[in-house]
């Protein structure tokens, strides 16, 4: 079981940006691929994207792309989910997820890690 731990989450304005960050202690942390998540309240998990982990492939899914950008620094450890021109509809949990072979899959349970979840919420 590898930790995930996301934060940055928080209360922006519509129309405003705001990076999430999802972070291990984990040794292993820079060879597994990062997909990133989210959970409306009285919704179900959503998948947003993936990056895998060289950072040579990133995926989003059309409800995000173009306003997400997922990055990474393997040397600290780190997956960036960067989220821009945030709308209401945005306000969820959001979660990363870790799997070693898998990458860009939209099944919770491709994911073998999961964080905590950090809440974002946009304000209209």
């Known amino acids: 079981q590898v930790q995930l731990v996301e934060s940055g989450g928080g209360t922006v304005q519509a129309g405003g940006s705001l990076r999430l960050s999802c972070s291990s202690s984990?040794?292993?942390?820079?060879?597994?691929?990062i997909g990133w998540f989210r959970q409306p309240p009285g919704w179900e998990r959503e998948f947003l994207g993936a990056?895998?982990?060289?950072?040579?492939?990133?995926n989003y899914a059309d409800s995000v792309k173009g306003r997400f950008t997922i990055s990474r620094d393997n040397t600290k450890n780190t997956v960036y989910l960067q989220m821009n021109s945030l709308k209401p509809e945005d306000t969820a949990v959001y979660y990363c997820?870790?799997?070693?072979?898998?990458?860009?899959?939209?099944?919770?349970?491709?994911?073998?890690?999961w964080g905590q979840g950090t809440q974002v919420t946009v304000s209209s």
């Open positions: 997820a870790a799997d070693k072979r898998v990458w860009s899959s939209c099944h919770l349970g491709a994911y073998e890690h």
């Open positions: 984990d040794s292993t942390f820079s060879s597994l691929n």
């Open positions: 990056i895998t982990w060289t950072a040579s492939s990133t």
